[in-house]
């Protein structure tokens, strides 16, 4: 075959590659993406992705595809970034699904399944889970979609892939997602960008609001009514005016906000929810969820 040019490149290929921890959920992805319409291949080498502009010539061959993709896959980083960089050249528009979990989260998942992990070899699990995540480092910074599934079930991962990708064949700017979380929970691993609100006075404290969360009236117009809640969400609308159309222009498809307080129940969920209505007065349409609203 010969090497297609921009002239019968198809218009609109959608090309997703779907990696990251092995164990962290990566079969379960690709699935999800094969329901809404990919057409999806699993364990492809990175160095034949770029044969995908052969395969979607044809006028009645899919036009979104799905490649599952892992470290044993050959020279897999160089590979991986050769074969995207040359589809783009071309004009389709791709993107790097990155499932991530923690140490903890991935060991459980192997003693489980009795799996041997691909990197372990003689070595045991957790150096091997290591080694590979070493490896993967430099790929993760530059995805365009993090996923931490520590914490999610299969349901509650396939909620979140069919919130991104079902929306995003549609898309046409930036696609926005929020997270309120406690920071006594732990960071979220697969933001962009993370705001603190512990400098406001906590809800907690307050006995008629403690079994309430920042969804309902009482705790949000306790939170928001703070004179430096005010000034912040408007220090943050200010932010976004400027920093939302100039990642669209960089060409960043995705962008996760994370706003923080103690425990995830009640001030970063207010400030999530009103930074959310901010965003769709900008003409963005974010994505919310509440990691921590209902722990303890």
Same mark, same amino acid.
């Given at each position: 075959?010969?090497?297609?040019?921009?002239?019968?490149?198809?218009?609109?290929?959608? /090309?997703? +590659?779907? %990696? $990251?921890?092995?164990?962290?959920?990566?079969?379960?992805?690709?699935?999800? =993406?094969?329901? *809404? @319409?990919?057409?999806?291949?699993?364990?492809?080498?990175?160095?034949?992705?770029?044969?995908?502009?052969?395969?979607?010539?044809?006028?009645?061959?899919?036009?979104?595809?799905?490649?599952? /993709?892992? +470290?044993? %896959? $050959?020279?897999?980083?160089?590979?991986?970034?050769?074969?995207?960089?040359? =589809?783009?050249? *071309? @004009?389709?528009?791709?993107?790097?699904?990155?499932?991530?979990?923690?140490?903890?989260?991935?060991?459980?998942?192997?003693?489980?399944?009795?799996?041997?992990?691909?990197?372990?070899?003689?070595?045991?699990?957790?150096? $091997?889970?290591?080694?590979?995540?070493?490896?993967?480092?430099?790929?993760?910074?530059?995805?365009?979609?993090?996923?931490?599934?520590?914490?999610?079930?299969?349901?509650?991962?396939?909620?979140?892939?069919?919130?991104?990708?079902?929306?995003?064949?549609?898309?046409?700017?930036?696609?926005?997602?929020?997270?309120?979380? $406690?920071?006594?929970?732990?960071?979220?691993?697969?933001?962009?960008?993370?705001?603190?609100?512990?400098?406001?006075?906590?809800?907690?404290?307050?006995?008629?609001?403690?079994?309430?969360?920042?969804?309902?009236?009482?705790?949000?117009?306790?939170?928001?009514?703070?004179?430096?809640?005010?000034?912040?969400?408007?220090?943050?609308?200010?932010?976004?005016?400027?920093?939302?159309?100039?990642?669209?222009?960089?060409?960043?498809?995705?962008?996760?906000?994370?706003?923080?307080?103690?425990?995830?129940?009640?001030?970063?969920?207010?400030?999530?929810?009103?930074?959310?209505?901010?965003?769709?007065?900008?003409?963005?349409?974010?994505?919310?969820?509440?990691?921590?609203?209902?722990?303890?």
């Amino acid at each position: 075959m010969t090497e297609p040019s921009t002239e019968d490149f198809p218009r609109g290929l959608d /090309v997703t +590659v779907i %990696t $990251g921890m092995s164990g962290a959920g990566r079969a379960t992805s690709a699935n999800v =993406l094969e329901d *809404l @319409g990919f057409f999806v291949i699993d364990n492809l080498p990175p160095a034949l992705i770029g044969k995908v502009a052969e395969l979607a010539r044809g006028g009645s061959s899919p036009q979104r595809y799905g490649f599952g /993709v892992d +470290v044993r %896959t $050959g020279s897999f980083v160089e590979d991986l970034d050769e074969a995207l960089a040359g =589809l783009r050249a *071309l @004009g389709a528009r791709t993107r790097v699904l990155f499932l991530e979990a923690s140490d903890d989260a991935l060991i459980r998942r192997f003693d489980a399944s009795r799996r041997p992990h691909p990197l372990a070899d003689t070595e045991r699990l957790l150096e $091997g889970i290591q080694k590979e995540r070493a490896l993967l480092e430099e790929l993760k910074g530059r995805a365009d979609v993090v996923i931490d599934t520590s914490m999610l079930n299969v349901h509650e991962l396939r909620d979140r892939l069919v919130a991104i990708f079902a929306a995003d064949a549609a898309a046409t700017s930036l696609q926005v997602d929020i997270v309120s979380f $406690g920071f006594k929970h732990g960071l979220p691993l697969d933001v962009d960008l993370v705001f603190d609100v512990r400098f406001l006075p906590n809800p907690h404290w307050v006995d008629a609001l403690r079994p309430l969360d920042g969804r309902d009236a009482p705790v949000r117009d306790y939170v928001m009514g703070q004179d430096d809640a005010k000034a912040y969400l408007a220090e943050l609308q200010r932010l976004f005016e400027l920093t939302l159309p100039a990642y669209e222009r960089e060409g960043k498809a995705y962008l996760s906000i994370a706003v923080g307080c103690t425990g995830g129940r009640h001030r970063s969920v207010a400030m999530a929810e009103a930074l959310g209505e901010v965003l769709g007065e900008l003409g963005y349409h974010p994505h919310l969820r509440h990691r921590d609203v209902g722990r303890d």
